[in-house]
């Protein structure tokens, strides 16, 4: 969506705080040995208090209030009783939901606990890419040289990228205009960012894989060959100048 008025993005950003602040409590909750319902179901109620609705829930019917993936899982993960997490695990928490007819959408990986496993430095990497391409975005920017930037820099730290999954438009619905905002380098991706505009820009750092596939589950995006995948999201209205990170409530960068 583009922002028209005052009144809409007041609206944006009580979703996008909803969102954001749901993010942040859940990665401080979680625990070893906890499962991942009871983290969603974490997640689920303060959505509630904020009176947010879950937008993959509400929109495709995803059994919880949140994805919440663990280690080779890369995105749109199940958060099942089945599901225990542990200490070292790569967790990814992804928050999106409605208020009052506004979507926001973000999401971040973090290690569990001790990096026993050594993951820290690829979330880190994520982290930092992702700030650097924001900060990069405004009215009249080629979508594509975002992805170029975000491969490139990718490449730079030792990491691919997942080509397969893609950030988006967001504001009056989940999936809006633009559709993709890829990871990489697309030449054929001829658009441009718009001023006012609502996007949800999205990181998916790889250690080796280059596509997420499905695990027959109907949901889960997982590697096939052992690749770990972290990723961080905001959502951010475009300006002409500095972007407004309306979901700077996660605090994945502090």
């Not at 971040?108 to 979330?123: A, P, Q, R, T, Y």
């Not at 205009?177 to 790889?206: G, H, L, M, Q, W």
């Amino acid at each position: 969506m583009s922002i028209t008025n005052p009144a809409e993005l007041v609206g944006m950003k009580k979703i996008s705080e909803a969102v954001g602040t749901t993010l942040r409590k859940m990665r401080e909750y979680a625990r070893p040995g906890m499962t991942a319902k009871e983290l969603d179901d974490y997640g689920g109620q303060i959505l509630q208090e904020f009176g947010a609705k879950s937008a993959p829930r509400l929109t495709y019917g995803f059994p919880g209030w949140t994805c919440i993936s663990l280690n080779n899982e890369v995105a749109h993960g199940i958060p099942s009783e089945h599901k225990i997490l542990k200490e070292g695990d790569l967790v990814n928490i992804d928050v999106s939901a409605e208020l009052d007819g506004f979507w926001a959408d973000n999401g971040g990986s973090f290690v569990l606990g001790e990096d026993k496993h050594n993951h820290l430095k690829l979330v880190n990497a994520s982290k930092q890419i992702l700030h650097k391409a924001i900060h990069q975005i405004k009215g009249g920017v080629r979508i594509a040289d975002i992805g170029k930037l975000i491969e490139t820099e990718a490449k730079k730290s030792g990491y691919r990228v997942i080509r397969n999954l893609v950030g988006h438009g967001v504001g009056r619905s989940l999936h809006e205009a633009p559709s993709e905002i890829p990871c990489f380098y697309d030449r054929f991706n001829t658009s441009r960012f718009r001023k006012n505009s609502i996007v949800a820009v999205e990181t998916f750092i790889s250690t080796k894989a280059t596509l997420a596939h499905q695990n027959g589950d109907g949901w889960t995006f997982v590697t096939n060959d052992g690749s770990f995948v972290a990723q961080h999201e905001h959502t951010i209205m475009i300006t002409d100048g500095k972007p407004v990170i309306l979901t700077e409530s996660n605090e994945i960068w502090n």
